[in-house]
């Protein structure tokens, strides 16, 4: 049976509004809590080639300011670094299931993956 794989932050609201979603809906979830695990670079990776590494960053967030992200031009691989070192970079949570990918508190692309969920149940 297919899961909903959500990275995020435990603790923080959009990351529960996810669990919370795709838990209404009996979608089994495995959550990953990048405060203890970093995401794998292939998983990174999968977003990027979606969103770009600059649509994955949140550039509303105190994390991002005071990373100084606003000012400085960075390589992707300092730029992952950085991401690596503090998820709160990322517009989370990250979801992905049935071969999609929703960035942030996206509900209409989690309705869409739990659809794709539900019916190849």
Known sequence: MQNVQIFGI???SATRAAERFFKERRIPLHIVDLNTKP??????KRF?????????LDTTSRS???????YLK???AALLQ????????????LVRGADKIAVGNDEPNWKE????ISSKR
């Open 48 to 56: 990027t080639d979606k969103f770009t590494l600059p649509g994955l």
């Open 64 to 70: 991002y300011e005071d990373a100084g992200l606003k």
């Open 113 to 116: 993956i739990a659809a794709a």
């Open 74 to 76: 960075l390589s992707d």
């Open 39 to 44: 995401m794998a670079p292939g998983e990174i």
């Open 82 to 93: 950085k991401i690596e070192n503090d998820p709160k970079l990322l517009r989370l949570p």
């Open 10 to 12: 435990k603790g923080s």
